[in-house]
Nanobody, 118 residues
């Protein structure tokens, strides 16, 4: 049974930083692409960033140069470092496992809330 557990969300002021973590279990982490998505009420879930099993990233244009996705295969964990946060980054952030560098997989975490507010 695949489990993805996100952590690190919270409240931050515009311009601030947060680091999200997603701990994975129940899958062979090192061979799976991983990703982060976000969703606000009334809108579809959208890509934030994905990373291939080999560590190659893919970013949404809206977060390029501000967010960094990385993975630690020894810890079965994927990270999202978010810098220069904007009000429009406010959303529930979801971890995703499987798929490829460009396509989402079938497994989702429960989500973690990120709120950017002054």
């Amino acid at each position: 049974q695949v489990q993805l557990v996100e952590s690190g969300g919270g409240l931050v002021q515009p311009g601030g930083s947060l680091r999200l973590s997603c701990a994975a279990s129940g899958l062979i982490f090192g061979i799976n692409a991983m990703g982060w998505y976000r969703q606000v009420p009334g809108k579809q879930r959208e890509l934030v960033a994905r990373i291939s099993s080999g560590g190659s990233p893919n970013y949404a244009d809206s977060v390029k140069d501000r967010f960094t996705i990385s993975r630690d295969n020894a810890k079965n964990t994927v990270y999202l470092q978010m810098n220069s946060l904007k009000l429009e980054d406010t959303a529930v952030y979801y971890c995703n496992a499987g798929g490829s560098k460009y396509n989402r997989g079938n497994y989702w975490g429960q989500g973690t809330q990120v709120t950017v507010s002054s």
